[in-house]
């Protein structure tokens, strides 16, 4: 390696570190839609923000354009997502459609002992869950869990991405205590079907997971009114 080699090498990674840290911070800002739906994104008030020159703060946007966390209107900038309940219903029925073919190949590839160890997770995490932040993060850590049992990891990485845009609204929608109480129920009947190689237990696993068009409204709404007036359950 030449002198201009090396001495570019460190100067490169630092970049890519750069927009790498800037994309985590701004994912995060519009998973929990600080940027509000339909909202023209300030470029160079995030660059303020973090310090940085826009052009890293533009590739961070570029790759959640990607991700559809923002759109793109040439000559206008980027725009936060917007919010509708048929938005909603549709990723949790593509979700569902994830997860069900995880099952259905976790009960042919999960070794007994992988699945006990996820009902001891999923067990002391509830354990230790004081507030409905927690639960949500147990929730998604218990479904990300039996996907990661199918041994496909571009099933586990789609889910992933899916979890990311629905997060706000599952923690709405888990501050419920009757909800709750009904996601420990299904999932203990969901980890039985799947500690039995029962494939039936794909169908409980999608009634679990689909939200209806008059509940996806439901929470679509209580998401906004939160946006726009900083309201609490």
């Given at each position: 390696?030449?002198?201009?080699?090396k001495?570019?090498?460190?100067k490169?990674?630092?970049?890519?570190?750069?927009v790498?840290?800037?994309?985590?911070q701004?994912?995060?800002?519009?998973?929990?839609?600080?940027?509000r739906?339909?909202?023209?994104?300030n470029?160079?008030?995030?660059?303020?923000?973090?310090?940085v020159?826009?052009?890293?703060?533009?590739?961070?946007l570029?790759?959640?354009e990607?991700?559809?966390?923002?759109?793109?209107?040439?000559n206008r900038?980027?725009?936060?997502?917007?919010?509708?309940?048929?938005?909603i219903?549709?990723?949790y029925?593509?979700?569902?459609?994830v997860?069900?073919?995880?099952?259905?190949?976790?009960?042919?590839?999960a070794?007994d002992?992988?699945?006990r160890?996820?009902?001891r997770?999923?067990?002391?995490?509830?354990t230790?869950?004081?507030?409905?932040?927690?639960?949500?993060?147990a929730?998604?850590?218990?479904?990300?869990?039996?996907?990661d049992?199918?041994?496909?990891?571009?099933?586990?990485?789609?889910?992933?991405?899916?979890?990311?845009?629905?997060?706000?609204?599952?923690?709405?929608?888990?501050?419920?205590?009757k909800?709750?109480e009904n996601?420990?129920l299904?999932?203990?009947?969901?980890?039985?079907?799947?500690?039995?190689?029962?494939?039936?237990?794909?169908?409980?696993l999608r009634?679990h997971?689909?939200m209806s068009?008059?509940?996806?409204?439901?929470?679509?709404?209580?998401g906004?009114?939160?946006i726009?007036?900083?309201t609490?359950a």
């Amino acid at each position: 390696m030449t002198t201009t080699e090396k001495s570019t090498a460190p100067k490169t990674k630092r970049a890519a570190d750069v927009v790498e840290k800037v994309y985590r911070q701004v994912r995060d800002m519009a998973i929990d839609y600080r940027f509000r739906p339909g909202e023209r994104i300030n470029e160079v008030e995030l660059a303020q923000r973090f310090d940085v020159s826009r052009t890293p703060v533009r590739q961070a946007l570029n790759r959640l354009e990607q991700e559809e966390f923002v759109t793109f209107v040439p000559n206008r900038g980027f725009f936060a997502r917007e919010i509708t309940p048929q938005d909603i219903r549709q990723i949790y029925e593509f979700r569902a459609l994830v997860e069900c073919g995880a099952f259905r190949l976790a009960c042919e590839r999960a070794t007994d002992d992988a699945i006990r160890r996820i009902q001891r997770a999923w067990k002391e995490q509830t354990t230790r869950c004081h507030d409905w932040k927690m639960i949500s993060e147990a929730d998604e850590n218990f479904h990300v869990a039996i996907a990661d049992l199918a041994g496909n990891p571009h099933i586990v990485k789609s889910l992933k991405d899916l979890n990311a845009k629905i997060r706000f609204f599952r923690r709405i929608d888990l501050e419920d205590a009757k909800r709750r109480e009904n996601t420990y129920l299904e999932h203990a009947t969901i980890l039985d079907r799947l500690r039995k190689r029962a494939v039936d237990g794909e169908e409980t696993l999608r009634k679990h997971i689909v939200m209806s068009s008059a509940h996806a409204v439901e929470v679509t709404k209580e998401g906004l009114a939160r946006i726009f007036f900083d309201t609490a359950a």
